[in-house]
């Protein structure tokens, strides 16, 4: 059976850091975010059901999914949300599955920002949390997405709380040095993993 890390992380952790590393390493990984945007392309099943059960409006007018028509709407209604979830998190979790087993690498990654709090890590076999306190996230975050600080705290108030994780992670690699730091812990970690893909 093929090895599969889960790598999640709070927003600015560091998690796009780490991936990043890890496919200079010529690991494959699979990033849950960019799932969830693929599911809902032009095309896709998903965004037909979505424009079935909440109509042309939240479409673009060039087919594209109108992401703030929708926000809107399910940021209204409870049942909204869940009919929204009920299409596309079926679809998100097959495709990583489809992408997972593709994968030709000595073993592979899911990273996610909500691994835990969606079941993702169900898929995986091992899970590897960064790690780093709210200071340095709303710092790191403010810094690299230019966002207020009330939008990172909203965010971070609507993640799993750090000390779950901890409990529910595997490994946990703490960011808060340097980027340098950051991947030697990385090494280390990865030297563990080889052996135990093998
Ligand atoms: P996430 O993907 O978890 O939201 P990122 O990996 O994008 O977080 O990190 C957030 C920002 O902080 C990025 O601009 C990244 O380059 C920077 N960063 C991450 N780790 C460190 C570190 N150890 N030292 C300095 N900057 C860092």
């Known amino acids: 059976m093929k090895f599969i890390l889960g790598l999640t992380g709070g927003i600015g952790s560091g998690k796009s850091a780490a991936s990043h590393w890890f496919e200079q390493q010529g690991i494959v990984v699979v990033d849950a975010d960019v799932v969830a945007r693929e599911v809902v ?8 059901e979505i ?4 109509g042309d409006e939240i479409l673009l007018e060039d087919g594209h999914l109108n992401r703030r028509a929708l926000r809107d709407i399910v940021f209204q209604s409870n049942t909204a949300r869940e009919q929204l979830e009920a299409i596309t998190h079926p679809a998100i979790r097959l495709s990583i599955i489809e992408q997972l087993q593709a994968a030709e690498s000595p073993y592979v990654i899911l990273v996610s920002p909500l691994l835990f709090e969606t079941n993702q890590h169900e898929l995986t076999q091992h899970t ?20 207020n600080i009330e939008q990172i705290k909203k965010i971070i108030a609507a993640q799993m709380p750090r000390e779950q994780k901890q409990q ?15 991947y030697q812990q990385l090494e280390k970690l990865h030297q ?7």
């Not at 590897?128 to 966002?147: F, H, K, M, N, T």
């Not at 563990?192 to 093998?198: G, I, M, P, T, V």
Request: cysteine-free; charged content about 25%.
């Open 41 to 48: 392309e032009p095309g896709q099943p998903a965004l037909f």
């Open 51 to 54: 424009q079935r059960v909440f």
């Open 128 to 147: 590897l949390l960064i790690d780093a306190s709210v200071e340095l996230q709303i710092q790191r975050a403010v810094q690299r997405d230019g966002q």
């Open 168 to 182: 529910l992670a595997d490994d946990i690699v703490l960011n808060d040095g340097h980027l340098d730091h950051l």
């Open 192 to 198: 563990q993993y080889l052996l135990r893909a093998k």
